[in-house]
């Protein structure tokens, strides 16, 4: 999923362009949580912070780089902590991917930082949230599991009735 919403994911020249309007999107962002006042920003706070979130998640290290950076300003710090029950279930998936899966060490890094923020800004919603993804993630990969062996117990089957019939038939 693109950071910008309104762009689709294609690549070549225009990929490349993609990504550097996702960091324009980023900047202008970034005056807009600078300038806008609280109460305004509440009433975005789930949809602006999910579409930071994937942001954070992009493959591209520039734009991820640039979205991690968002948490130096100190309006955006300030609005965070103020907000973190919300804020951190949504941005977590994304911390988390990046700090186990982004190929780029600075992303490593900048992720690692905002972790160790909401940490020391709050243990115990920490630990909540990760205790949370963890199981969701199990039941996920229960659930898939159940379905591959369904999947397969179908096909048995099926193969089985073909076989079934050519002997009989």
Same mark, same amino acid.
Request: proline content about 4%; glycine content about 2%; overall charge positive.
């Given at each position: 999923?693109?950071?910008?919403?309104?762009? &689709?994911?294609?690549?070549?020249?225009?990929?490349?362009?993609?990504?550097?309007?996702?960091?324009?999107?980023?900047?202008?962002?970034?005056?807009?949580? #600078?300038?806008?006042?609280?109460?305004?920003?509440?009433?975005?706070?789930?949809?602006?912070? @999910?579409?930071?979130? *994937?942001?954070?998640?992009?493959?591209?290290?520039?734009?991820? #780089?640039?979205?991690?950076?968002?948490?130096?300003?100190?309006?955006?710090?300030?609005?965070?902590?103020?907000? *973190?029950?919300?804020?951190?279930?949504?941005?977590?998936?994304?911390?988390?991917?990046?700090?186990?899966?982004?190929?780029?060490?600075?992303?490593?890094?900048?992720?690692?930082?905002?972790?160790?923020?909401?940490? #020391?800004?709050?243990?115990?919603?920490?630990?909540?949230?990760?205790?949370?993804?963890?199981?969701?993630?199990?039941?996920?990969?229960?659930?898939?599991?159940?379905?591959? *062996?369904?999947?397969?117990?179908?096909?048995?089957? *099926?193969?089985?009735? @073909?076989?079934?019939? &050519?002997?009989?038939?």
């Amino acid at each position: 999923i693109p950071c910008v919403p309104w762009q &689709s994911q294609t690549s070549g020249q225009y990929q490349r362009r993609v990504h550097g309007k996702e960091q324009l999107y980023l900047n202008e962002l970034e005056e807009i949580l #600078e300038s806008s006042a609280k109460r305004e920003l509440e009433k975005v706070l789930k949809p602006l912070f @999910t579409q930071i979130a *994937r942001c954070v998640m992009s493959p591209h290290f520039q734009v991820a #780089e640039r979205a991690l950076f968002l948490w130096n300003n100190d309006a955006v710090a300030s609005f965070t902590s103020e907000h *973190r029950h919300t804020i951190l279930p949504i941005l977590y998936p994304a911390l988390n991917a990046n700090t186990q899966n982004h190929w780029n060490t600075t992303v490593h890094s900048l992720a690692f930082n905002i972790i160790r923020m909401f940490m #020391e800004m709050d243990i115990e919603l920490w630990d909540k949230v990760s205790k949370k993804f963890d199981e969701e993630q199990n039941a996920k990969h229960k659930e898939k599991k159940v379905e591959r *062996r369904n999947k397969r117990w179908s096909a048995l089957k *099926r193969i089985a009735q @073909t076989k079934d019939m &050519s002997v009989s038939g």
